[in-house]
Structure formats: structure tokens, C-alpha cells
Antibody, heavy 122, light 106 residues
Framework: QVQLVQSGAEVKKPGASVKVSCKAS????????MHWVRQAPGQGLEWMGW????????NYAQKFQGWVTMTRDTSISTAYMELSRLRSDDTAVYYC???????????????WGQGTLVTVSS | EIVMTQSPATLSVSPGERATLSCRAS??????LAWYQQKPGQAPRLLIY???TRATGIPARFSGSGSGTEFTLTISSLQSEDFAVYYC????????FGQGTKVEIK
């Protein structure tokens, strides 16, 4: 069965960087785009961007351009999201989410990781 | 820029009753709309895509309708496990979520 397993919670100081991992199993990792979505405490869902695990190509939401980097390691079926220059309002749960349809432009998410809480505090 | 607005913010419903949730887009998103359910401490779960197609394993009591700018998620007879927050998401262009509707026990 499809599983996305993320790395554990992180506590960071303002100005630091954080790198969250998302290990995929149960499907061909390079066959589906991986997206990242975050959720601040008590708030809604905010899309951050995607990575094509096959080519390594990326596309980031305008808000995150210049301070998020998405990468992947196909040898271990793992996607990464690194956020730099952290601020207190980056405190959130960060999710990886698989784009549902493989050969379609439709971007909805059929499988999600369990989430990684990143706390930014001095 | 598209804005997604969900209403109501909170819906109080008794078990066994019907729940109707609304999602409005500020401009047409065709049928490029999905619905998710999120329970406390859990990741969102895909319910509906293409405005009206149930995802794999989703019970028939969940149904979606609408196109263009007006969408509805209906839960025909609420079960105890259905009390949660529901989000709509358009994918006509970059993914964008509504702010959510909390369905609580009346």
C-alpha cells in the first residue's frame, strides 16, 4: 500500500533552516509528482510547491520562491523540503502529498504524509 | 487571484442528519475541485475530486456537486466518524484551499 513517512518534529531558532524528509513506498516514486503543503496551528492548508521526482524539476508557490528548496533522492525514494531563514510564523505542520493522477494536469492529493511539526522559537 | 470561500465556518449537526457544506470560487474553476476531510492530529484525506467523483474507499454518503464557482459537499447521514473539518481545494491553476468548515456534533 502507498505510504508517505515523514521525519520527526523539529525545533529551530529564527533565521535557521529546516529540512523535512518524506519517504515513499508502495508505488513507483518517480511516477508521481510530490507536493508540499503546510498548516499553521489552528489554521488552514497552504500549498508550497512541487517536485517532479523523475527529473528533479520544481515549481514553488510565489510566496515561497527564494526560500524553499525541494529535492529528492530516487535511490531511497525520498523527497525533501528545506525552508531557510525561518521566522516564528513558519511554525506549522508540514505535509508531503502525492499528486493523484499520474498522467493528468489535475492537481489533487490522494496520499499524504503524517506531517512534521516545525516549531520556530528563540 | 482566485479566492476560495467556504460556508458556514461551523456546522452543528446531529448524528443521522444531512450536512451540506458550500465552497465558492471567486472565478470559474470549471470542475477542478476537490474536497478533503481532516480530523484532529491527522493529515487531510481526499474525499472527492473532479467536483463529484468519490475517491477510492470513500462511502457513498459523501457526494459532491457543482461546477464553475459554486460547489457543495453533502453528507447524507452523518456518522460519528464524520465530525471533522472539511476543506475544498481548486486546481484550475495553482492549488488553493478554502479556509475550512468544521462539522460538529449538535
Amino acid at each position: 500500500q502507498v505510504q508517505l513517512v515523514q521525519s520527526g518534529a523539529e525545533v529551530k531558532k529564527p533565521g535557521a533552516s529546516v529540512k523535512v524528509s518524506c519517504k515513499a513506498s508502495g508505488y513507483t516514486f518517480t511516477g508521481y509528482y510530490m507536493h508540499w503543503v503546510r498548516q499553521a496551528p489552528g489554521q488552514g492548508l497552504e500549498w508550497m510547491g512541487w517536485i517532479n521526482p523523475n527529473s528533479g524539476g520544481t515549481n514553488y508557490a510565489q510566496k515561497f520562491q527564494g526560500w524553499v528548496t525541494m529535492t529528492r533522492d530516487t535511490s531511497i525514494s525520498t523527497a525533501y523540503m528545506e525552508l531557510s531563514r525561518l521566522r516564528s510564523d513558519d511554525t506549522a505542520v508540514y505535509y508531503c502529498a502525492r499528486k493523484g493522477p499520474q498522467y493528468s494536469s489535475s492537481v489533487y492529493f490522494d496520499y499524504w504524509g503524517q506531517g512534521t511539526l516545525v516549531t520556530v522559537s528563540s | 487571484e482566485i479566492v476560495m470561500t467556504q460556508s458556514p465556518a461551523t456546522l452543528s449537526v446531529s448524528p443521522g442528519e444531512r450536512a451540506t457544506l458550500s465552497c465558492r470560487a471567486s472565478q470559474s474553476v470549471s470542475s477542478n475541485l476537490a474536497w478533503y476531510q481532516q480530523k484532529p492530529g491527522q493529515a487531510p484525506r481526499l474525499l472527492i475530486y473532479g467536483a463529484s467523483t468519490r475517491a477510492t474507499g470513500i462511502p457513498a454518503r459523501f457526494s459532491g456537486s457543482g461546477s464553475g464557482t459554486e460547489f457543495t459537499l453533502t453528507i447524507s447521514s452523518l456518522q460519528s466518524e464524520d465530525f471533522a473539518v472539511y476543506y475544498c481545494q481548486q486546481y484550475n491553476n495553482w492549488p488553493l484551499f478554502g479556509q475550512g468548515t468544521k462539522v460538529e456534533i449538535k
